[in-house]
């Protein structure tokens, strides 16, 4: 496969380093020699400094044998333009562009398909934060909340610190304490290595749970086994951009919301477009002004300014005032460490939010749904079970029967509508909806074998 990624910035450079070590033929283009220079260095892949909605410079990237292009500049019609050039003088088969725009998105039915702007799929970032932020408010305690199967099922993540009463406890111990509701502990993240659990495996303090559920059961086993059963209700949000936006608007109807922004010309551009959210002006920094907002009372403070060092420091000091949960926004993968262990509860990475749209497209075979989890070493999908026979066919096999590499299980299972328990005696079916997780991403290709139809793969490419 050949994928030719448009702008090589944070977002172009994170999709590129989740593929350059899979069996994919990658070539960025950029107009910053410095910005392609820095991405050669780090990553095995083709580079041209050049523009990338110039025909002259596609073709030289070898667009004429892509089957992907992706384009991710900062600039919506730049990548707009990009996906036109490429449809209708390359042909190329896959589009997928980057728009943050409202107004494009406000008309994207009818704007983008073949007969007026070519994109197959469209990337919006904030989005994609702001559902992902919004999930991890609604559901207290969890570190990430992934939906699968038209969310029937969730893959949560949770994090066990020091005085949580799980530690000490099997997974028997848990699942017991379940009394009948199915959770199913998937994987545990610990000391920098992914271990698939058993019954007699005991929890430990520093783990990280990755349990699997349906979506409606979620608030219920976090509240039993994590004892978060008081859900958050007031809210300061420090940023008043889009996301900031975004933010305040998805939760203001259910939660005490107030936004922070240092811009009273921007307040006033916020308060017109909120209904039930507090708007302020102010510094988030300043110690006096979040104690005159009751930040001793706050269930929840996030910081989604553009500013890494700004939402860190507010982070760290609005917890240092009494601040029940912190989450704050890090685009920088030099502080994902330090944030790690920190005073900050959730650190919120933008291009590990948005990977797994691309990654959906990218994957072959019936996939549905990707979402790349350990900072890009692990990954979790939903896959449709196709019909066919031979040793890689799955329908007919028991789940204990698949022999999947080393590092693979299958931890969720839907069949029409329905979540059903993976156990080993349950025989997979024709259209059946299953969730991996992957620990190695080198095994991907392995496991895409099982979805792959020879006859819809070939057609998928062909010019």
Do not use: W
Not at 443 to 450: M, S
């Amino acid at each position: 496969m050949r994928i030719i990624i448009l702008g090589a910035g944070r977002v172009g450079f994170t999709v590129a380093s989740n593929l350059a070590n899979e069996e994919i033929d990658i070539t960025l283009i950029d107009n910053n020699q410095e910005t392609i220079d820095a991405a050669c260095e780090r990553l095995d892949v083709s580079a041209i400094c050049g523009n990338v909605s110039h025909p002259d410079v596609l073709e030289s990237a070898g667009i004429k044998h892509a089957d992907i292009i992706i384009a991710v500049t900062d600039s919506d019609e730049t990548n707009m333009m990009a996906c036109q050039v490429a449809h209708y003088l390359f042909h190329v088969p896959q589009k997928i562009a980057r728009v943050r725009a409202q107004s494009f998105l406000d008309v994207q039915n009818k704007l983008f398909h073949k007969d007026a702007i070519p994109i197959d799929v469209i990337i919006n970032p904030e989005n994609e934060i702001v559902n992902f932020i919004k999930n991890l408010i609604l559901h207290p305690g969890s570190q990430q909340v992934l939906s699968f199967a038209n969310d029937k099922l969730s893959l949560v993540e949770t994090k066990c610190h020091p005085n949580n009463s799980l530690i000490g406890q099997s997974i028997s111990d848990m699942t017991q304490a379940l009394q009948g509701l199915y959770a199913r502990v998937s994987s545990i993240y610990r000391n920098g290595e992914v271990i698939f659990p058993n019954y007699r495996t005991i929890i430990e303090s520093g783990d990280r749970l990755f349990f699997i559920a349906p979506s409606e059961d979620i608030q219920k086993v976090l509240s039993i086994l994590f004892n978060q059963n008081k859900p958050y209700k007031r809210l300061i949000i420090s940023g008043g951009g889009r996301i900031g936006l975004g933010l305040a608007k998805a939760l203001e109807n259910t939660m005490q919301v107030k936004i922070i922004t240092t811009s009273s010309k921007r307040a006033h551009q916020l308060s017109e477009q909120l209904n039930h959210s507090i708007v302020l002006t102010g510094d988030a920094t300043d110690e006096a002004f979040l104690l005159d907002e009751n930040i001793d009372r706050t269930d929840v403070f996030c910081t989604v300014t553009s500013d890494d060092e700004t939402n860190i420091l507010c982070s760290m000091l609005a917890k240092s005032l009494g601040a029940r949960v912190v989450m704050s926004l890090v685009d920088r993968s030099a502080y994902m460490s330090m944030v790690d262990n920190g005073s900050i509860d959730n650190a919120i990475y933008p291009q590990h939010t948005t990977i797994g749209k691309i990654l959906t497209q990218v994957r072959r075979g019936d996939i549905s749904s990707v979402h790349s989890l350990l900072r890009g070493k692990a990954e979790a999908f939903e896959a449709t079970v196709p019909s066919g026979t031979g040793k890689s066919a799955l329908a007919g096999k028991k789940i204990g029967e698949v022999k999947l590499p080393q590092g693979t299980i299958i931890i969720g299972l839907v069949r029409d509508q329905a979540s059903i328990p993976t156990r080993s005696e349950l025989v997979i079916q024709e259209g059946d909806h299953i969730i991996f997780f992957v620990s190695d991403k080198s095994l991907i290709h392995q496991v895409e074998a099982f979805f792959q139809q020879p006859k819809s793969l070939l057609s998928r490419f062909i010019k």
